[in-house]
């Protein structure tokens, strides 16, 4: 009971972020340094977070392939139980990122292949409403990254921001050769529904 109130107080105070990691064994087991990567997605009960594995844009369908990957739970927060405030790892090295959460943020840790492309997208659909495009990029074997959305003014209500992908990195600002160079997943034609294509940028 003494326990079950602590989580519920963490949910209200900002400084409860510091909860207890959960390590996603299941996950930690594909790792192979060799021939993966490994990557920390952030996100909140305002963010809605997927990634595809193994896929460029063109093979990316934003309500097809990264919702199966929402719906295995490792990374969305929509209607979030207190249990479900823990971040799950795998064991990557903590961040500047990792070490400074935001009130409600959270992460999960998971692996890529490497050497072949993965689109990852976050979307801001509670408060501030923010759609950014979906992100592409190859991991390369045995490196570490992260992901997360960047609002790119000082007024996060005007809705303007971007998904972020990086090396791992122990500063509160990345050195610029630590920003993967990534494509941005745009629609074919007017339609967010049908084909896409990579828009390097």
Same mark, same amino acid.
């Not at 340094?33 to 920390?40: G, K, M, Q, V």
């Given at each position: 009971?003494?326990?079950?109130?602590?989580?519920?107080?963490?949910?209200?105070?900002?400084?409860?972020?510091?909860?207890?990691?959960?390590?996603?064994?299941?996950?930690?087991?594909?790792?192979?340094?060799?021939?993966?990567?490994?990557?920390?997605?952030?996100?909140?009960?305002?963010?809605?977070?997927?990634?595809?594995? +193994? &896929?460029?844009? !063109?093979? %990316?369908? $934003?309500?097809?392939?990264?919702?199966?990957?929402?719906?295995?739970? /490792? *990374?969305?927060?929509?209607?979030?139980?207190?249990?479900?405030?823990?971040?799950?790892?795998?064991?990557?090295?903590?961040?500047?990122?990792?070490?400074?959460?935001?009130?409600?943020?959270?992460?999960?840790?998971?692996?890529?292949?490497?050497?072949?492309?993965?689109?990852?997208?976050?979307?801001?659909?509670?408060?501030?409403?923010?759609?950014?495009?979906?992100?592409?990029?190859?991991?390369?074997? +045995? &490196?570490?990254? !992260?992901? %997360?959305? $960047?609002?790119?003014?000082?007024?996060?209500?005007?809705?303007?921001? /971007? *998904?972020?992908?990086?090396?791992?990195?122990?500063?509160?600002?990345?050195?610029?050769?630590?920003?993967?160079?990534?494509?941005?997943?745009?629609?074919?034609?007017?339609?967010?529904?049908?084909?896409?294509?990579?828009?390097?940028?």
């Amino acid at each position: 009971m003494k326990a079950a109130l602590i989580i519920s107080a963490c949910l209200f105070a900002s400084g409860c972020a510091q909860i207890v990691p959960v390590v996603n064994e299941a996950e930690q087991q594909k790792y192979d340094p060799a021939s993966t990567a490994r990557i920390r997605v952030y996100s909140n009960p305002n963010l809605r977070a997927s990634y595809t594995p +193994g &896929k460029s844009c !063109e093979e %990316y369908k $934003a309500n097809a392939d990264a919702e199966v990957s929402r719906k295995k739970g /490792q *990374v969305n927060l929509l209607g979030m139980s207190p249990g479900q405030y823990e971040n799950e790892v795998i064991g990557m090295r903590p961040s500047w990122h990792s070490a400074h959460l935001s009130y409600r943020e959270k992460y999960s840790e998971l692996v890529l292949p490497a050497g072949v492309p993965t689109v990852i997208s976050i979307i801001s659909f509670q408060g501030v409403m923010c759609n950014a495009p979906a992100r592409s990029f190859t991991p390369r074997a +045995g &490196k570490d990254y !992260e992901a %997360y959305l $960047a609002f790119q003014t000082k007024h996060a209500a005007l809705g303007i921001c /971007q *998904v972020v992908i990086q090396e791992l990195s122990d500063r509160e600002t990345p050195e610029p050769d630590e920003v993967v160079k990534t494509g941005i997943c745009v629609p074919v034609g007017e339609s967010r529904l049908g084909n896409w294509r990579t828009e390097n940028k």
